[in-house]
């Protein structure tokens, strides 16, 4: 299979092989993101010695320099076996004498997938890692050294901002995210799956433009039908990937299971002080700090600052789209769907409920977050404007009125544009109250945050808007659906 978008990746890997010195390349990224298949897609077929080697969960140093083994006798000794080494400094001893021992000069890629994996406790991976590189590998310029791994948290502080003897070693960096929009639509289409926006767009908001997700979409069926498969059936696979995905990316998976839980539970995003207040982590100390920082690496949440109005504090909202949606769906269905067989019925009957509306208006919301170029340049912004939200809540003692801002762009040609999302099944209708409710946004904004700037307002929805006497007024662009499946 070919591999979909990561053109950039792709290129700076590419970039990376043919420089005439040593390379320590760092890949991280969400789980089932398509890091594995990214890294041998840019190797395996060039003229190179590739030698991977993977991290297994919840195994034993033993066992995974048993692996490490393997995978040395299978690249460089043409499968014969070989004793496994007895700690990390010694294996990479044998991993050194082994590309030593090559006779051609082609370069030797080395793969460290999931190295989080394989840092198991009193493994002193890391060091042996120092030793080696700073050492032996960097002074070879055939090597390109590639490390890997789904815990964002720990590959940066591990890697990226280590302390010690591999600070600044890493020659690249490479976030891999999930797909877009497009890129969904392109990956659903190359395994011949061909379907609308509005489909592609039921599916994202469930999973995420996460390929390995994707993958197990069906042809031939619909949205509707594939998400009950996967997310209502005890055989399915989104069915019990939660605890799975949260215990492969931290080493205490429930405490963050934990705090997600209570992030998701307030759609307009919540803060610090509610956080602490609704659950059980301590005031004190940076525990709570360091786990909200780590489910934010990993793509779960995203901490928001309001533009302009900082006193009001740092806030958090869950952004990963399958956490959000099992959150509210799936783990509550759990006890009552297990044993039994499911139609394809069962989301159906969910759609059009009120719930179902309040989900899929945050879920869009996020989906927005991650589309903003789209959205700029359908609204003609220029690059490099600071992108933003906003709220506002007044005191309980005061009669002030407060406000939220979904989306807003700092723009610098002394022009704000703020943006409104809406998720509806058909244009929006503008009428007298929504008009009057914009109004007042724009009047607590100006008030608030006393910006004499110009303040223009756009309109991100599903479906448009329809036309009526209040549009022309006070909406100064639309983005649609079709405009964030873009490129």
Not at 75 to 96: C, H, K, Q, R
Not at 106 to 129: C, G, N
Not at 135 to 148: A, D, E, G, M
Not at 318 to 335: A, G, Q, T
Request: aromatic share 12%; proline share 2%.
């Amino acid at each position: 299979m070919d591999i979909i978008g990561r053109k950039y990746e792709l290129q700076e890997l590419s970039e990376s092989f043919n420089t005439k010195q040593a390379e320590f390349i760092v890949v991280y990224g969400r789980r089932r993101v398509g890091k594995t298949f990214l890294i041998e897609q840019a190797f395996k077929k060039k003229r190179c010695h590739f030698f991977h080697v993977s991290g297994i969960q919840d195994e034993d140093m033993k066992v995974q320099l048993g692996e490490f083994a393997k995978s040395m006798s299978e690249t460089f000794y043409d499968g014969v076996s070989i004793t496994p080494a007895n700690s990390w400094m010694n294996a990479f001893e044998g991993l050194s004498k082994a590309i030593n021992g090559v006779q051609n000069k082609l370069k030797v890629v080395l793969f460290f997938d999931e190295l989080p994996w394989m840092a198991t406790k009193r493994s002193k991976i890391l060091q042996a890692l120092d030793y080696y590189w700073n050492r032996r590998w960097s002074k070879n310029p055939r090597i390109k050294l590639v490390v890997c791994g789904s815990s964002a948290s720990w590959i940066i502080k591990n890697i990226i901002n280590n302390k010690g003897g591999l600070h600044n070693r890493y020659t690249k960096s490479l976030l891999l995210k999930p797909f877009t929009l497009y890129e969904t639509k392109i990956f659903l289409a190359s395994n011949k799956i061909n379907l609308n926006e509005k489909q592609i767009l039921q599916l994202y908001m469930v999973m995420g433009g996460v390929p390995h997700y994707l993958k197990q979409i069906k042809r031939g069926i619909s949205a509707v039908q594939n998400i009950n498969n996967l997310c209502f059936s005890e055989n399915g696979m989104l069915f019990s990937e939660f605890d799975k995905l949260f215990k492969s990316l931290f080493h205490d998976a429930k405490k963050y299971i934990e705090l997600i839980r209570v992030i998701a539970q307030v759609r307009e995003g919540v803060s610090r002080d509610e956080i602490e207040n609704k659950s059980k982590f301590s005031k004190k100390g940076g525990t709570l700090t360091d786990r909200l920082n780590d489910l934010e690496l990993a793509g779960f949440i995203k901490s928001f600052l309001p533009v302009g109005h900082t006193r009001q504090g740092e806030y958090y909202r869950v952004i990963d789209e399958y956490s959000y949606f099992y959150l509210n769906w799936i783990e509550p269905e759990k006890s009552t769907l297990i044993g039994q067989e499911v139609g394809n019925k069962f989301w159906i009957k969910k759609s059009g409920t009120p719930k179902y509306f309040n989900w899929m208006g945050y879920a869009f919301e996020a989906v927005c977050y991650k589309h903003i170029s789209q959205i700029r340049e359908t609204l003609n912004i220029d690059e490099g404007t600071r992108v933003g939200t906003w709220r506002y809540r007044p005191r309980k003692e005061t009669n002030e009125k407060g406000a939220q801002i979904d989306l807003l762009f700092e723009r610098d040609d002394s022009a704000i544009t703020l943006c409104e999302i809406k998720c509806t099944e058909k244009p929006f209708v503008l009428d007298k109250e929504y008009y009057d409710s914009l109004l007042n946004k724009v009047k607590v904004y100006k008030t608030v945050t006393r910006n004499k700037n110009q303040i223009f307002i756009g309109f991100i929805t599903t479906n448009g808007i329809k036309n009526s006497k209040y549009l022309d007024k006070i909406i100064d662009g639309i983005v649609t659906l079709e405009d964030l499946v873009k490129r």
